[in-house]
């Protein structure tokens, strides 16, 4: 084997942490040079045992021995000391990116002294500021377009009802290209609406503050206004959650509405607690969705080959849903019905007590 076969087998099988090559440093040296100095105090104490022919050569063996281990696993704690105070830093900068990644922009390293950790002190302030920039220019913009686009829209949608309301005093073509143009029109209206909610969600501009809901009422009220039956709603446990009212209720109106569109209907509603968490289980008697493409569903604009999506859908209804059940710490995924349909399964976290 070659000399640098050899290294990358060590390196393989080296600790891979910081802290578990520290150590392993330290004890690795501190058994060397202890067992250096047994060697010469052994070559010494075998001089002294065949001038002393009474002292025991195997005595003195052991206490070597001992010693050497002794001073192995001091430099193994010590070691493990010098480990903990070289990862420290580390272990803030991993805490700070923690918070900022749970949306605490606002978040910053402290200035450090050492001239070894403040470069990088320092760049990771700077690239947390830039990321700030960036989002409120990302909010900015969604404010924008909202206002710039949802006017000249309300416009467009008033005039054609206006028109409408005189529809039958109007030719049999021109009243086919009316309705078309209300279609179109409404169309256009749920996609800007939806495009502007996932905007939203995703530069963390929020509707209200979150607040405990208790997931079978949330349920209830929005299969009501989406005009579907109550007894669709199977409660197996009420669950209260940490949530925004309004984000949470679009978001479960759009897979009812996916079921609707694109699965056949809706079949069934399921509520249940699990590990802490909530469980909504919203199945349809659509041809489901291939495995492969269970996870791409939730992209905006995809495309599936069995046919779920049809030109009455915005194409970015199940993106909204992902991201806005992601904001909440929760996941959503699909799979098969039992006897068939779809199967979409969302995961949010429980509020244990409602006053949290």
């Known amino acids: 084997m070659t000399g640098e076969g050899r290294r990358r087998r060590w390196r393989a099988r080296a600790p891979q942490s910081l802290r578990g090559r520290v150590v392993l440093a330290f004890a690795l040296s501190a058994s060397l040079v202890s067992f250096l100095l047994a060697v010469v105090m052994y070559t010494a104490g075998t001089d002294y045992v065949r001038s002393h022919p009474g002292e025991s050569a195997t005595r003195l063996s052991h206490v070597l021995i001992i010693a050497v281990l002794a001073a192995t696993g001091v430099g193994a704690a010590v070691g493990v000391w010098v480990s903990r105070r070289v990862l420290e830093p580390l272990g803030r900068i991993s805490g700070t990116a923690?918070?900022?990644?749970?949306?605490?922009?606002?978040?910053?390293?402290?200035?450090?002294?050492?001239?070894?950790?403040?470069?990088?002190?320092?760049?990771?302030?700077?690239?947390?500021?830039?990321l700030q920039r960036r989002i409120e220019r990302e909010?900015?913009?969604?404010?924008?377009?909202?206002?710039?686009?949802?006017?000249?829209l309300t416009t467009l949608v008033t005039s054609v009802g206006v028109l409408q309301r005189h529809a039958d005093d109007m030719p049999?073509?021109?009243?086919?290209?009316?309705?078309?143009?209300?279609?179109?029109?409404?169309?256009?209206?749920?996609?800007?609406?939806?495009?502007?909610?996932?905007?939203?969600v995703e530069a963390g501009v929020y509707v209200g503050?979150?607040?405990?809901?208790?997931?079978?009422?949330?349920?209830?009220?929005?299969?009501?206004?989406?005009k579907h039956a109550a007894g669709l709603l199977t409660v197996t446990e009420d669950v209260v959650i940490s949530g925004r009212k309004l984000e949470l209720e679009r978001a479960l109106a759009n897979l009812f509405d996916n079921a609707v569109r694109h699965g056949g209907g809706l079949t069934g509603v399921t509520v249940r607690r699990a590990r802490g968490e909530a469980i909504i289980v919203v199945d349809d008697l659509g041809p489901g969705v291939p495995e492969a493409e269970r996870e791409r569903i939730f992209e905006r604009f995809a495309t599936v080959g069995a046919g779920r999506r049809t030109a009455t859908g915005t194409g970015i209804g199940l993106a909204l849903v992902a991201e806005t059940v992601a904001a909440h710490g929760g996941t959503v995924d699909c799979a098969d019905r039992p006897g068939g349909g779809a199967r979409f399964i969302v995961r949010l976290p429980v509020c244990e007590q409602p006053g949290e």
């Open 209 to 226: 503050d979150a607040e405990p809901l208790s997931v079978a009422s949330l349920l209830r009220y929005t299969l009501e206004g989406r």
């Open 172 to 200: 049999e073509r021109s009243r086919r290209a009316l309705g078309l143009v209300a279609d179109e029109l409404e169309h256009l209206r749920s996609t800007l609406d939806d495009m502007l909610a996932l905007a939203r």
């Open 139 to 152: 909010r900015r913009l969604v404010g924008d377009v909202s206002h710039e686009l949802r006017t000249p």
């Open 98 to 130: 923690a918070r900022i990644a749970a949306g605490d922009l606002n978040t910053r390293l402290p200035r450090s002294d050492d001239h070894d950790l403040s470069p990088t002190v320092d760049a990771f302030n700077s690239m947390v500021d830039s």
